[in-house]
């Protein structure tokens, strides 16, 4: 099976500007997270979506926002960016949601996109 | 903030000597994950435990769950170079698929 993917792997942006990220899960799966990783803040949870629907959220202001279409694929969008959105940003993929949230499945990271905002 | 903590946050270790690594969660955990990133590389799943006082090995890496379910630690013996990164371990809070990551213990290995 082919990994999760992310698109663009590289961007540059400037303040003020918005940005969409892409990712395609692993071919079956239906979660997908989306992580933010910074050297001074480490890996942060901006939001997790199952079947279109946003099941979790992180503590990120609402400039940062995500979707997810029929075939589970994700993008996320940044407005309004601001020098300190300047970050890694991975998307992880599992294969389903365990109810209760008791437990979790594993999650597979893409390669991420760098995202530097001037 | 970060409510798992990991130490030490770096270790410079010759090759052939053990690495450990600590995570502590400030909550009980329903289960704990473990992920190692290389340098300019995303995060790779290595195991997960799920037991209080679970130990899991995995070649030269033992992994182990804390009786409480709120530490967890990594042991590497006999460290190579391929093990160089940083490691990361993990816990659900929140439900669903939210993971709370801890600091990262960075892992350099010196011939």
């Known amino acids: 099976k082919a990994g999760v993917t992310q698109t663009p792997r590289y961007l540059i942006k400037t303040r003020g500007q918005q940005v969409t990220l892409s990712c395609s899960p692993i071919?079956?799966?239906?979660?997908v997270s989306w992580y933010q990783q910074t050297p001074g803040q480490g890996l942060q949870f901006l939001f997790e979506y199952f079947s279109e629907t946003q099941r979790n959220k992180g503590n990120f202001p609402g400039r940062f926002s995500g979707r997810q279409f029929s075939n589970s694929r994700s993008e996320m969008n940044v407005s309004t960016l601001e020098l300190g959105d300047s970050a890694l940003y991975l998307c992880?993929?599992?294969?389903?949601?365990?109810?209760?949230?008791?437990?979790?499945?594993?999650?597979?990271f893409g390669p991420g996109t760098r995202l530097t905002v001037l | 903030g970060q409510q798992v903590m990991q130490i030490p946050q770096y270790q410079h270790v010759q090759e052939g000597e053990d690495f450990t690594t600590y995570c502590n969660s400030s909550t009980t955990l329903s289960n704990i994950q473990w992920y190692k990133q290389r340098p300019g590389g995303h995060p790779v799943f290595l195991i997960q435990?799920?037991?209080?006082?679970e130990v899991k090995k995995q070649k030269r890496l033992t992994f182990q769950f804390g009786e409480a379910k709120k530490n967890s630690s990594l042991h590497i013996t006999a460290t190579q170079t391929t093990d160089v990164g940083t490691y990361f371990c993990?816990?659900?809070?929140?439900?669903?698929?939210?993971?709370?990551f801890g600091t990262g213990t960075q892992l350099k290995v010196e011939l």
């Open positions: 435990l799920v037991k209080s006082g």
């Open positions: 993990a816990g659900p809070k929140g439900g669903g698929n939210k993971l709370t």
């Open positions: 992880a993929s599992s294969l389903e949601v365990v109810a209760g949230g008791r437990s979790t499945d594993t999650q597979y």
């Open positions: 071919s079956g799966h239906r979660s």
